[in-house]
């Protein structure tokens, strides 16, 4: 079973919209992490947000934030007011357990900012 | 520069040679992990190493892959009688241990083409 679901291959959105990413997640551990990666055509991997599963309030870092739905296991990255620069891969991942573990990802989606 | 290095950028050989990635981790960190990303796909764990502790190799696809690590330093993944289907980008990453939320940092990856 996919640990990481990102059911949106692709997104179009205009400039200084607001843009929803979906990732859900699934695991029985009751400590994990979720974190999102945004990675650009340059290929590097870019840190953008964390929600850990004991985290009372959503995470927000600037213009990102995750909604972060423990019950239905979902992790929804939101960018506010999207600029041109926010084009490439997003990438949502899971670490279970506490402390430093692996992660894994999912397939990412690709979103694609319009003038 | 104290970000994550990896070496080389880029690698070309023919199919059955073995090759040899380096990655050279963020100043203190004890994890160290690697990854393999697949054109236009998300990453896929393959190994990591926690300080003393034994590497957690559960995600080599192969005995071909090895990979070793001096200390809290320098890692490097091996992979032998390289095959077509190793074509790929290989990304090392590095994070603090046992701080909860910490990310994982990562290099720019190796990219690696079989012939």
């Known amino acids: 079973a996919q640990k990481i679901t990102q059911t949106q291959p692709g997104m179009f959105v205009q400039e200084k919209e607001a843009v929803t990413l979906d990732c859900t997640y699934d695991?029985?551990?009751?400590?994990?992490?979720l974190f999102w990666y945004k990675q650009p055509s340059s290929g590097e991997m870019i840190f953008l947000i964390y929600q850990g599963s004991y985290d009372q309030q959503n995470a927000t870092e600037g213009r990102y934030s995750l909604n972060f739905q423990k019950a239905r296991k979902s992790a929804n990255l939101v960018i506010s007011a999207s600029q041109l620069g926010d084009s490439a891969m997003y990438f949502c991942a899971m670490r279970e357990g506490g402390g430093a573990q692996k992660l894994v990802f999912g397939q990412g989606t690709r979103l694609t900012i319009n003038p | 520069g104290a970000g994550v290095s990896q070496s080389p950028s880029n690698k070309v050989t023919e199919k059955g040679k073995d090759v040899e990635l380096r990655c050279d981790p963020i100043s203190g960190h004890t994890a160290l992990y690697w990854y393999r990303q697949r054109l236009g796909q998300g990453l896929e764990f393959l190994i990591y190493f926690q300080g003393n502790s034994a590497p957690d190799k559960s995600g080599l696809p192969s005995d071909r892959f090895s990979a070793e690590r001096t200390g809290e330093s320098v890692s490097t993944l091996t992979i032998q009688r390289t095959q077509q289907e190793d074509s790929a980008v290989y990304l090392c990453a590095s994070s603090l241990a046992g701080v909860a939320g910490q990310p994982q940092h990562f290099g720019d990856g190796t990219r690696l083409s079989i012939l």
């Open positions: 695991t029985s551990d009751p400590s994990y992490g």
